[in-house]
């Protein structure tokens, strides 16, 4: 049976690593492995993930994503940056994360609907610069805010 768990995000960086089965979500700050014997079917947001084995779900990498020779990967990836080995397998969606993210971008980032981020950016309380008609977000700002509690 896997491991159903939702594991929130923490102010200090960690490390993890996954050598067998997990289902859930994972919110964490630092480096996460997922091992070459790991079957996870996950929602994951991390700074550095490392795939080796099987993964099924969702990876927001708000630095990187390594998929090493013996990954199998199915679902959508959001790296900031992203390398890909010989022999790994990816079948899925990916859409590169950048430095300034529109709303639409934000609110798929944050998991949270566009209708809160305009709410949010319009009122001042998400920090953000309006350029015309649209926002602009700085990623590292983003996060920023994330960590000092303020998305509540």
Request: net charge neutral; proline share 2%; glycine share 10%.
């Amino acid at each position: 049976m896997a491991l159903k768990r939702k594991i929130e995000e923490r102010k200090d960086p960690v490390n993890l690593r996954i050598n067998g089965k997990f289902e859930g979500t994972l919110d964490a700050k630092g480096s996460l492995t997922i091992g070459s014997t790991a079957v996870v079917k996950a929602d994951i947001i991390g700074d550095n993930v490392i795939i080796e084995g099987r993964f099924n779900g969702k990876i927001v990498a708000r630095t990187g994503l390594t998929l090493l020779s013996t990954a199998n990967v199915e679902g959508e990836i959001y790296p900031a940056k992203l390398n890909i080995s010989e022999g790994a397998i990816f079948d899925g969606r990916c859409s590169m994360m950048h430095d300034y993210l529109t709303a639409e971008e934000l609110a798929r980032y944050l998991e949270v609907d566009l209708k809160s981020i305009m709410e949010w950016a319009n009122s001042g309380r998400l920090p953000g610069n309006k350029e015309g008609e649209n926002w602009r977000f700085d990623r590292k700002n983003i996060d920023s805010w994330i960590v000092s509690g303020k998305l509540k």
